[in-house]
């Protein structure tokens, strides 16, 4: 029974912040990595950010490199995504996903594990 749930996501104006969390219950959320997918009405799922099950090392996609931040508390069984400098392109519903494949992998369908969503949009 893994369940993963995000919070966070609301509405904000070009150049604003805003935080996301993803509560994972069911797993030892050490054992996973996780990442962040974003998917915009009529597109793709699309990469985000990933973290390895120690947090000792992250990877963003270019797009959003510099403006966001993955993080993780594995006491907790949280993950967060600090968004800043937020852009009318990161408008999206963001969805946290976790993976027991070993190597880091940016592919939607090497994550086992998703979150319903939550939706971000940034007004220009």
């Known amino acids: 029974q893994v369940q993963l749930v995000e919070s966070g996501g609301g509405l904000v104006q070009a150049g604003g912040s805003l935080r996301l969390s993803c509560a994972a219950s069911?797993?030892?959320?050490?054992?996973?990595?996780m990442g962040w997918f974003r998917q915009a009405p009529g597109k793709e799922r699309e990469f985000v950010a990933r973290?390895?099950?120690?947090?000792?090392?992250?990877y963003y996609s270019d797009s959003v490199k510099g403006r966001f931040t993955i993080s993780r508390d594995n006491a907790k069984n949280t993950a967060n995504l600090q968004m800043n400098s937020l852009k009318a392109e990161d408008t999206a519903t963001y969805y946290c996903?976790?993976?027991?494949?070993?190597?880091?992998?940016?592919?939607?369908?090497?994550?086992?594990?998703w979150g319903q969503g939550t939706q971000v949009t940034v007004s220009s």
């Open positions: 996903a976790a993976t027991t494949v070993g190597p880091l992998t940016t592919v939607p369908g090497d994550y086992n594990y």
């Open positions: 069911g797993v030892t959320w050490a054992m996973y990595g």
């Open positions: 973290v390895k099950r120690n947090g000792g090392m992250t």
